[in-house]
C-alpha cells in the first residue's frame, strides 16, 4: 500500500492520499492523472486493468486502489 502513496505522491504533492477517500470524485486527480496512475499501475504491480474496473469507486482512495490491484494480482 506504500507503493500506491508513493506512486500518488508522485502524481500529486501536497495531498493526504492515505486518509483521502475521494482522489476521482473530489477532482483531486485530474483525466491525464487518472491515466498516468493506471499506466503506472500496470506496470509496477504487473496487472492489466480492464474497462471492467474503470470506476471511480476503484480509484477514489488509496484502500480501493490496494483492493483492485491484490484482486488482479490473484486473477
Request: aromatic share 6%; glycine share 6%; no cysteine.
Given at each position: ?5 508513493e506512486?500518488?505522491?508522485g ?21 491525464v492523472?487518472?491515466t ?8 509496477e ?6 474497462m ?24
Amino acid at each position: 500500500m506504500e507503493k500506491i502513496i508513493e506512486i500518488l505522491n508522485g502524481l500529486k504533492s501536497g495531498v493526504d492520499f492515505a486518509n483521502e477517500k475521494s482522489i476521482v470524485t473530489g477532482k483531486i486527480l485530474g483525466s491525464v492523472e487518472i491515466t498516468t496512475l493506471i499506466a503506472t499501475l500496470e506496470d509496477e504491480f504487473d496487472i492489466e486493468i480492464g474497462m471492467e474496473y474503470m470506476e471511480n469507486s476503484n480509484f477514489d482512495s488509496v484502500d480501493a486502489i490496494w483492493e483492485m490491484v491484490q484482486e488482479l494480482q490473484e486473477a
